[in-house]
């Protein structure tokens, strides 16, 4: 079965410090995607980044960056000079691929505080 | 904005009723989504729509069943509700592709009381 898990539950830091998500997944599934949503006070789910398992290319967007590596079966997400607006919940997800279903497996999430 | 829509916001009922939640996907998707996220279950996928048929099914309890019309529109029904049915309901939708990102909606917040 497929598991993700996000071992931080909260981190707080201060603005301008660098800060990084771990996110740690299971699967058996040799395609497959992985995300990252962002869930601000508001509620809503934003989408942040897709990866497939067949790019292990580090992305950079921004303040943004993730790290995905498939040795260690981790797709980790930074956040460079921190700020407050990015205080919110982070979380990580995995989809199995096929027959054009789509199915998130989502981790727990982080809870992101960033102090002035 | 992620163009997906669901009303209502919130919702307000007891245990024992029925309510039905509303979801209008991006224009041009044709797959609808529905999660539930609760505090001990967290983010969970129920189930997938695609172009009105149902395409993939998750944790969705017997007493919820949901459908998604001829203009793409889903609604996702809750009967017998209890109180551990209180939660966030998100609605996504995405393009087609296995590689599609899924977009949310807001959500709707469901209390049972």
């Known amino acids: 079965a497929q598991k993700v898990t996000q071992a931080q539950t909260e981190i707080s830091v201060v603005e301008k410090e660098d800060v990084t998500l771990d996110c740690v997944y299971e699967t058996r599934d040799t395609t497959y995607y992985l995300f990252w949503y962002k869930q601000p006070p508001s509620g809503e789910l934003v989408f942040l980044i897709r990866?497939?398992?067949?790019?292990?290319q580090n992305e950079i967007s921004g303040r943004y960056s993730w790290n995905f590596q498939k040795s260690t079966s981790s797709f980790n997400f930074t956040i460079t000079a921190s700020q407050v607006v990015d205080s919110a919940v982070y979380f990580c997800a995995l989809s199995e691929v096929g027959l054009g279903a789509q199915k998130l497996v989502f981790g727990q999430g982080t809870r992101l505080t960033i102090n002035p | 904005d992620s163009g997906v829509t669901q009303t209502p916001k919130h919702l307000i009922t007891a245990t024992g009723q029925r309510v039905t939640l509303r979801c209008s996907p991006r224009?041009?998707?044709?797959?609808v989504y529905w999660y539930q996220q609760s505090l001990d279950q967290g983010l969970q996928f129920l189930i997938q729509y695609y172009n009105g048929e149902e395409r993939a099914k998750g944790n969705i309890l017997e007493r919820f069943s949901a459908q998604q019309f001829p203009d793409l529109h889903s609604e996702l029904n809750l009967s017998s509700l209890e109180l551990g049915d209180s939660a966030l309901y998100f609605c996504?939708?995405?393009?087609?592709?296995?590689?599609?990102?899924?977009?949310f909606g807001n959500g709707t917040r469901l209390t049972v009381t």
């Open positions: 996504a939708s995405s393009g087609q592709g296995d590689n599609s990102p899924l977009h």
């Open positions: 224009s041009g998707d044709l797959s």
């Open positions: 990866r497939n398992s067949f790019d292990e």
